[in-house]
T-cell receptor, first 115, second 114 residues
């Protein structure tokens, strides 16, 4: 069964460094998302992406964050200058063009630890 | 700003009995509700959903009930099985065009006791 994959599974970085989290959505999906979950808290929406542009973003997704679909298969989340409070599990999700929002398929997540 | 609330962080149920997980919401614009299940080291997996035009949706052992006037929904699992042990997230959305965001609750950890 097709699945969303994410790399790396765990990323440790120093405060102020740039990180890129990578996702490979399911191949025929056209809508892509990033969510995050700070330890012990709820899963929070960050951004949605369709047709090579951001379709919606939350207040968390400030100028330090960017997303890109560089090559037609990968979908990346970049954090330019990481802060301690960026430590969280980051989930990528995707869905097909015709699916309702419930058809968001989530990857296993990347745990980002900022020290 | 907790628009979706799951007030029970954990729940333990005997195998074979009914598990009832609850969720409350405050945003009256929400019109589509979902339950996701999450195992450790995995992403959330879609379980069942319900539109606000319905008050019940059933899929096998899983049934979701929606009480719009109370802004409350619940997930019933019967009979509960050991493999149901996981964290369950309630999520909601305004299903208008262009709104892709799911708003999640904080989750309830369900433990099924053999």
């Amino acid at each position: 069964e097709p699945e969303v994959t994410q790399t790396p599974s765990h990323q440790v970085t120093q405060m102020g460094q740039e990180v890129i989290l990578r996702c490979v959505p399911i191949s025929n999906h056209l809508y892509f998302y990033w969510y995050r979950q700070i330890l012990g808290q709820k899963v929070e929406f960050l951004v949605s992406f369709y047709n090579n542009e951001i379709s919606e973003k939350s207040e968390i997704f400030d100028d330090q964050f960017s997303v890109e679909r560089p090559d037609g298969s990968n979908f990346t989340l970049k954090i330019r200058s990481t802060k301690l409070e960026d430590s969280a599990m980051y989930f990528c999700a995707s869905r097909p063009a015709s699916g309702r929002i419930y058809e968001q398929y989530f990857g296993p997540g990347t745990r980002l630890t900022v020290t | 700003d907790q628009q979706v609330k799951q007030n029970s962080p954990s729940l333990s149920v005997q195998e074979g009995r009914i598990s009832i997980l609850n969720c409350d919401y405050t945003n009256s614009m929400f019109d589509y509700f979902l339950w996701y299940k999450k195992y450790p080291a995995e992403g959330p997996t879609f379980l069942i959903s319900i539109s606000s035009i319905k008050d019940k949706n059933e899929d096998g052992r899983f049934t979701v009930f929606l009480n719009k006037s109370a802004k409350h929904l619940s997930l019933h699992i019967v009979p509960s099985q050991p493999g149901d042990s996981a964290v369950y997230f309630c999520a909601a959305s305004e299903s208008n065009f262009g709104n892709e965001k799911l708003t999640f609750g904080t989750g309830t950890r369900l433990t099924i006791i053999p």
